[in-house]
Protein backbone atom coordinates (compact mmCIF):
# COMPACT_ATOMS: atom_id res chain seq x y z
CA UNK A 1 0.00 0.00 0.00
CA UNK A 2 1.13 3.44 -0.66
CA UNK A 3 0.26 6.97 -0.83
CA UNK A 4 0.47 9.96 -2.06
CA UNK A 5 -0.55 13.63 -1.63
CA UNK A 6 -0.23 16.42 -3.68
CA UNK A 7 -2.17 19.92 -3.86
CA UNK A 8 -0.42 22.29 -1.70
CA UNK A 9 1.42 25.32 -1.65
CA UNK A 10 0.77 29.11 -0.30
CA UNK A 11 -2.56 30.27 0.02
CA UNK A 12 -3.82 33.85 1.34
CA UNK A 13 -5.52 33.62 4.68
CA UNK A 14 -9.36 33.32 3.55
CA UNK A 15 -8.77 31.49 0.79
CA UNK A 16 -9.04 28.00 0.01
CA UNK A 17 -6.83 24.54 -1.39
CA UNK A 18 -7.91 21.23 -2.34
CA UNK A 19 -5.69 18.33 -0.88
CA UNK A 20 -5.12 15.38 -2.92
CA UNK A 21 -4.15 11.69 -1.95
CA UNK A 22 -3.58 9.05 -4.10
CA UNK A 23 -4.02 5.30 -3.07
CA UNK A 24 -2.38 2.32 -4.66
CA UNK A 25 -1.73 -0.99 -4.01
CA UNK A 26 -5.01 -2.22 -3.10
CA UNK A 27 -8.63 -1.09 -3.53
CA UNK A 28 -9.21 1.96 -1.81
CA UNK A 29 -12.62 0.88 -0.59
CA UNK A 30 -11.46 -1.56 1.80
CA UNK A 31 -9.84 0.94 3.88
CA UNK A 32 -11.16 4.40 6.07
CA UNK A 33 -8.62 7.27 5.93
CA UNK A 34 -7.23 9.84 7.55
CA UNK A 35 -5.88 13.39 6.98
CA UNK A 36 -3.06 14.41 9.49
CA UNK A 37 -0.91 17.85 9.89
CA UNK A 38 1.67 18.68 11.30
CA UNK A 39 3.15 22.10 11.87
CA UNK A 40 7.10 23.38 13.03
CA UNK A 41 7.47 22.32 16.51
CA UNK A 42 4.17 20.72 17.06
CA UNK A 43 2.81 17.44 17.29
CA UNK A 44 1.31 15.64 14.47
CA UNK A 45 -2.76 16.28 14.80
CA UNK A 46 -5.50 14.52 12.87
CA UNK A 47 -7.83 16.65 10.76
CA UNK A 48 -10.39 14.41 9.21
CA UNK A 49 -11.21 11.07 8.83
CA UNK A 50 -13.42 9.06 6.73
CA UNK A 51 -14.81 5.74 7.11
CA UNK A 52 -15.12 2.97 4.15
CA UNK A 53 -18.68 3.85 3.93
CA UNK A 54 -18.63 7.39 3.65
CA UNK A 55 -18.75 8.66 7.70
CA UNK A 56 -16.34 11.73 8.52
CA UNK A 57 -15.30 13.40 11.00
CA UNK A 58 -12.96 16.47 12.20
CA UNK A 59 -11.26 17.76 14.95
CA UNK A 60 -12.42 20.43 16.46
CA UNK A 61 -10.81 23.04 15.19
CA UNK A 62 -11.89 22.64 11.41
CA UNK A 63 -15.12 24.12 12.55
CA UNK A 64 -16.76 23.14 9.74
CA UNK A 65 -14.09 24.51 6.69
CA UNK A 66 -12.88 21.63 5.86
CA UNK A 67 -14.87 18.42 4.03
CA UNK A 68 -12.88 14.98 3.73
CA UNK A 69 -14.21 12.80 0.55
CA UNK A 70 -12.93 10.02 -1.21
CA UNK A 71 -13.35 8.21 -4.68
CA UNK A 72 -13.21 4.80 -4.36
CA UNK A 73 -13.21 4.70 -8.21
CA UNK A 74 -10.51 6.97 -8.96
CA UNK A 75 -8.63 5.53 -5.39
CA UNK A 76 -8.49 8.91 -4.36
CA UNK A 77 -9.35 11.10 -0.81
CA UNK A 78 -9.79 14.50 -0.73
CA UNK A 79 -9.02 17.44 1.64
CA UNK A 80 -11.12 20.52 0.86
CA UNK A 81 -9.92 23.38 2.97
CA UNK A 82 -11.48 27.22 2.87
CA UNK A 83 -11.41 29.46 4.93
CA UNK A 84 -7.91 29.31 5.68
CA UNK A 85 -6.26 30.44 8.78
CA UNK A 86 -2.41 31.10 9.49
CA UNK A 87 -2.69 28.50 11.90
CA UNK A 88 -3.48 25.95 9.37
CA UNK A 89 -0.45 25.96 7.88
CA UNK A 90 1.25 22.66 7.89
CA UNK A 91 2.52 20.03 6.39
CA UNK A 92 -0.62 17.55 5.76
CA UNK A 93 -0.48 13.72 5.34
CA UNK A 94 -2.87 10.74 4.60
CA UNK A 95 -2.73 7.97 6.53
CA UNK A 96 -4.44 4.22 7.19
CA UNK A 97 -4.18 1.52 8.43
CA UNK A 98 -2.77 -1.84 6.44
CA UNK A 99 -2.01 -5.18 8.33
CA UNK A 100 -2.19 -3.46 11.99
CA UNK A 101 0.62 -0.46 10.82
CA UNK A 102 0.13 2.92 9.69
CA UNK A 103 0.93 3.75 6.20
CA UNK A 104 1.84 7.24 5.45
CA UNK A 105 2.26 9.30 2.59
CA UNK A 106 5.27 11.83 2.42
CA UNK A 107 3.24 14.90 3.31
CA UNK A 108 2.47 18.01 1.60
CA UNK A 109 3.17 22.21 2.54
CA UNK A 110 0.61 24.33 3.20
CA UNK A 111 1.21 27.53 3.73
CA UNK A 112 -0.74 30.37 4.39
CA UNK A 113 0.05 34.00 4.32
CA UNK A 114 -1.48 37.38 4.87
Known amino acids: VQLMESGGGSVQAGGSVRLSCEFSGIPLKLNGMRWYRQAPGKKREMVAAITTGGTSDYADFVEGRFTVSRDNARNMVYLQMNDLKFEDAAVYYC?????????WGQGTQVTVSG
Open 95 to 103: ATVYHCGWI
